[in-house]
């Protein structure tokens, strides 16, 4: 009776291994491997791409010895005091106005000189006070551009602009532009008023005239006249 059971047993399983095996295989869903056409890959636009947006984002970086002027926007954090702590824009005196300590000149000096001031201001009113302030905003890195060029008009300096650059920035000359007449006015600081310099298209770009395609400072302005206006010799 024992070996008859044994036999029936094995003869079943002989019979339905094969056949799960095969049911197996048709209802298991194959599962496609990535090729290489799928697979996620860095093209060299992309990179190229990715490394001038550095060099762009980096060439706003504000540094150390950063400037402030009028229309530059600060965030002053004074700590454990939100009172005092502030974001306040640069007025066109030079000034901010702070609780307690009232007006601050900012105009000509960097971030970490405005902090002493307003620490030492406040030393009047809070015991050892620790502040930072950070530049949000540039807006006093300003170049003029008028004259015979397409669009005249205020410019922001981002980075380093020549004159050159600073032509094409405001879409380049008209027509009727005198190109080897341009005139750069630069205050300078000194009570002597405007210093002017004379610049020719020509000379910069056929002739050995790079010492006329000058780097523009902030509060630069650049005339370019008309041939109409240009008085003959």
């Known amino acids: 009776m024992n070996r008859l ?18 049911f ?29 947006q550095m060099a762009e984002k980096s060439s706003l970086i504000v540094t150390k010895e950063y400037i402030i002027g ?37 105009v000509g000096r960097t971030p970490s000189q405005l902090t002493e001031e307003i620490v030492s201001r406040l030393k009047e009113f809070k015991e050892s006070p620790s502040i930072a302030i950070v530049v949000k905003e540039v807006n006093s ?9 397409q669009k005249p008009g205020k410019y922001p300096l981002k980075s380093k602009t020549t004159l050159l650059q600073g032509i094409t920035i405001a879409g380049g000359f008209t027509p009727t532009a005198a190109r080897n007449k341009m005139v750069l006015f630069r205050f300078v600081d000194n009570g002597t008023g405007d210093e002017r310099m004379k610049a020719s298209y020509d000379d ?8 006329q395609n000058v780097e523009l400072k902030p509060g630069d302005t650049v005339v370019v006249p008309a041939e109409t206006m240009v008085l003959m010799p």
């Not at 048709?26 to 290489?36: G, I």
């Not at 910069?204 to 010492?211: A, K, M, N, T």
């Open 5 to 22: 059971f044994l036999w029936s047993v094995t003869i079943s399983l002989c019979i339905w291994l094969p056949v799960a095996e095969a």
């Open 141 to 149: 890195y300003t170049v003029f551009i008028l004259g015979e060029v």
């Open 70 to 106: 009028p229309e530059d926007v600060l965030e002053i954090t004074v700590w454990r005091n939100q009172d005092l702590s502030k974001v306040v824009a640069v007025r066109p005196d030079g000034r901010i106005s702070m609780p307690l300590i009232g007006d601050v000149t900012a």
């Open 204 to 211: 910069i770009v056929l002739r050995d005239g790079s010492r």
């Open 24 to 52: 197996a295989q048709h209802t298991t869903p194959a599962v496609a491997k990535p090729s290489a056409s799928t697979l996620p890959s860095s093209t060299p636009g992309a990179v190229q791409s990715s490394a001038s």
